[in-house]
C-alpha cells in the first residue's frame, strides 16, 4: 500500500517562502510521476507542479510559474516543492500524488495515491 505523506506546510508572510516535502513508501517510487495539487475553500482541487519519473520533465500552473520549483530525490522516495514569493492567493491545503506510470500530468485525475496534505496559509 502506497502512503505519500506532506510536511512543510505552514503560516508565511507573503513575499516568504516555503519548502514542502512528500515522503513515499510501500513501493518502489523512481518510476513514478509525482504532483503537487492545492485546494482552498469553496475551489475545486487544482494542478501546480508535476514531475516525471527522472526528474528531467516538469511542468507548473501558469498561477506559480516562475516562484514554484517542484523536484524530486528517487534515493529519499521524496518529492519537493521549493514555493517562493508567496502570495495570499497561494494559501490552501497542498497534497502531492503518484501516478501509476512515470510521465507527468496535470490531471488530478491520473493520479493514483494522494497524501493527507499540508496546510499553507500566506498572510498579507
Known amino acids: 500500500q502506497v502512503q505519500l505523506v506532506e510536511s512543510g506546510g505552514g503560516l508565511v508572510q507573503a513575499g516568504g517562502s516555503l519548502r514542502l516535502s512528500c515522503a513515499a513508501s510501500g513501493r518502489t517510487f523512481s518510476p513514478y510521476a509525482m504532483g503537487w495539487f492545492r485546494q482552498s475553500p469553496g475551489k475545486e482541487r487544482e494542478f501546480v507542479a508535476a514531475?516525471?519519473?527522472?526528474?528531467?520533465?516538469?511542468y507548473y500552473a501558469d498561477s506559480v510559474k516562475g516562484r514554484f520549483t517542484i523536484s524530486r530525490d528517487n534515493a529519499e522516495k521524496t518529492v519537493y516543492l521549493q514555493m517562493n514569493s508567496l502570495k495570499p492567493e497561494d494559501t490552501a491545503v497542498y497534497y502531492c500524488?503518484?501516478?501509476?506510470?512515470?510521465?507527468?500530468?496535470?490531471?488530478?485525475?491520473?493520479?493514483?495515491?494522494w497524501g493527507l496534505g499540508t496546510q499553507v496559509t500566506v498572510s498579507s
Open positions: 514531475i516525471n519519473w527522472s526528474g528531467r520533465n516538469t
Open positions: 500524488a503518484q501516478r501509476g506510470d512515470g510521465s507527468a500530468n496535470t490531471d488530478s485525475r491520473k493520479y493514483d495515491y
